[in-house]
């Protein structure tokens, strides 16, 4: 029998075939059609992939399915509400802090791992939280602007 | 007036949404107003050129249609890649047509829907679409005022325009709006434009600020990139691919990859691709296809290359001559020879080179990140033997592009393997691929022989370019005997090459502002004067007075261990200056950049807040070059293959940035490229002033920086 993975997407129980050797990163694009998070390099550098497993910024293109069992998984297109934009997402647009917007869903991702970690970074932690995501259109100066507004309004 | 914010809180229509052709089209936008025009005769420079190798279509192209409910359509072959036309191209159309910036709907770059477009590069959509644009809808405003006339019974001289409404001037309650005039009709006007738009002072939407027209719908994660469509019994391609750049295939097994489930082989003479509905497994299947080559490598390295490209066999071409060399050096008091180096880049725009191909009856379908879904339908159909008709290209957003994304191999790949078994193919690149088959911009070598006079003026200027390509190497400066020097030849690199954000010009602006740096250090001058002394454009001057404003320069000779510098050059229509303040740390070599400041100018500024994004994108990104990053390679064989051994700038790089726009009554220029021109010789000019080494080749690695650090002491 084919062993089932079971665990919590976007606030929904969900439940996918397990097939060997499959990352999150493909399980959530092909399996579940969430295509907001991003290939970009496959191999941990840049950050496109970026999703919060269990209140923290992972990279799911280095997660095994298997690992995955039991895990609550937020992607980008769980955080807004209703269509409502989340905090981070809304100072991301009033910033103009994309240009291209093919690194924003990681970056989205991984700024709200840092805020759920530390509610109110300096910028210097902000810097080194957000070191790691790769931005090829150069949108530095207006995406640590942007988490610098979102942690003053976002309740965690 | 200039920071009005404004954005949009659904999701802009964009091309993915249209899924019909031409002859459904009608169809699909149903009656209203269609206005055609022939697009040809306002191609303009390298557009005309590409246009003419390529017949283009004899037929009229619609252009713009307004349907029943007032919206306005309008189709253009350029691509969305963050460089933002998505946002200012609308507020031209609606400032030109006096309709309501939320009523204009953009669809771009599909190759059966849009008038032909050479490509979306070289900052030419503002530039040269934009006027043409711009006539075309003076002259459906025309159109307009002429069927409101007849439905209100009034002349045309009576009526005016204000936000998609036509009204008698006198009697405002008498009007009519655009959506009422098409309603239940079809009518197709067919234009031949003369150029006459609006005047400066009658914009209302162009010159003001808006953020990103897609932007909530990218921070959503719902802007479709091609990697994001899905489609029923969709496979995936994982494409066999030599270890080197001249490696041929000689024979490949893929025996124990087809024992895999699911999997299927696809083989068309050199082209081996694995196919699995699953993306991963069809990778591990590809790991298992054995296959031989045979080699034939260019001897070289990305030590040796500079030596190799001064000996290639090239052909030189004089791009400009005034007055004489010999002249020249006879009246110079100082005179100054230089060679720099420059080493080859990559785009790794982060989204990789992905395309997806399906079938619509005997006609092929591409979905492509691609910069010219025209020259990709032209393309596709030369590869499969296939009349245009039976080929459509479109390109969704595109995950960044800088030139990368004028080639597409991989959209051809996803064509022919559609062809061949009739599936939905996607062809989606690795972060390796796609380092390996990029058009990295050429490694170059500049030679310039520059002197002054007894005045300070310059009075020589020799300069060769090898192989960097040849925009921006015309010399800025007022030099009574300059000559300037292109050399090309054919597979004078082992590997595509191509052009990468401002090609040539990050090159030649390093070269030459490096130069004119050291002549002033030469005499002792301070570098701003000695540039503003030897300038004539008022353009350039400006900027520099500008920047210098800006940065808070005060005179002094280099180097003086602030660690300032000066660039400046001019590209694609605009003008920029920047300067920089650096810290060199002399016992590791390592360069942290303090803060950039910039000044450009671009003539008239559609959306200012988004020409400075660009701005700051080019200074972020131009750090790259300049500090980092570097395609190593020996022969064919690409060691660059993924972020890990190429580093791309990152957050705590960040300098402060100033920038300021300067905005002028001039014909609108692209701002997507002049920024970044200066990196490379502003931050080299700063390390020289800050200790006093010099450096020839960029990027300023650490260990580059140490040696030139200890030929000066
Ligand atoms: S795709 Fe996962 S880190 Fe780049
Ligand atoms: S916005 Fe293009 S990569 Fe970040």
Known sequence: ?156 | MKDNKYYRDEVPENNPTFEVDRRDFVKLLGGGLFIYFQLGEFLTGVAAEAAQQRSLPKDYNAFLHISEDGTVTCLIGKIEMGQGIITSFPQMVADELDTPLESVKMVMGDTELCPYDAGTWGSLSTRSLGPALMAVIAEARGVLLNLGSENLGVAVEELAIENGVIFVKNKKNKKIGFGQLAQGKKIEKYLDVKPKAKDFSEYKIRGKSFTHADGIAKAKGEAQYTGDFRMPGMLYAKILRPPSHGATLVSADTSEAEKLEGISIARDKELVAVLHRDIEKAEAALAKVKAEYKFDEMKVDDQTVFKHMLEFPSEARVVKSTGDIATGKNSSNQILESEFHNSYVAHAAIEPHTALGFMEGDKVVVRASTQTPFGAQDGIARELGLGLDKVRVIAPFLGGGFGGKTMFRQAVEAARLTKLTGKPIMVLWTRKESFFYDNFRPGAVIKITSGTDKSGKISLWDYHEYFAGARGSDTIYDVPNAKTTSYSARNVHPFLTGAWRAPGNNTNTFARESQIEMMAAKIGADPLDFRLKNLKDERMIGVLKAVADLFGWTPAKSPSGRGYGIACGFDAGGYVAHMAEVKVDQKTGKIKVIRVACAEELGFCINPQGATIQLEGCITMGMGYALTEEVKFTGGDVHTTNFGNYQLPQFSWLPKIQTKILDKNEAPQGGGEPGIICMGGVLANAVYDACGARLYQLPMTPERVLEAIAKVK
């Open chain 1, 1 to 156: 029998m084919v062993k089932q993975i079971k665990f919590e997407l976007n606030g929904k129980k969900v439940e996918i075939p397990l097939e060997a050797g499959q990352s999150l990163l493909w399980a959530l694009r092909n399996n579940f059609n969430l295509t907001g998070t991003k290939y970009g390099c496959g191999e941990d550098y840049c950050g496109a992939c970026t999703v919060i497993m269990d209140g923290e910024a992972v990279r799911s293109c280095g997660i095994t399915m298997e690992d995955v069992s039991g895990k609550k998984i937020t992607t980008i297109e769980g955080m807004s509400v209703n269509g409502k934009l989340h905090p981070v997402q809304q100072a991301f647009v009033e910033h103009d802090a994309l240009q291209c917007g093919f690194c924003t869903p990681g970056m989205i991702m991984n700024a709200y791992g840092l805020l759920l970690k530390t509610p109110h970074p300096t910028r210097e932690q902000i810097i080194d939280g957000m070191e790691d995501n790769l931005c090829r259109c150069g949108a530095h100066t207006r995406i640590l602007d942007a988490i610098e507004s979102a942690s003053k309004v976002l309740k965690i």
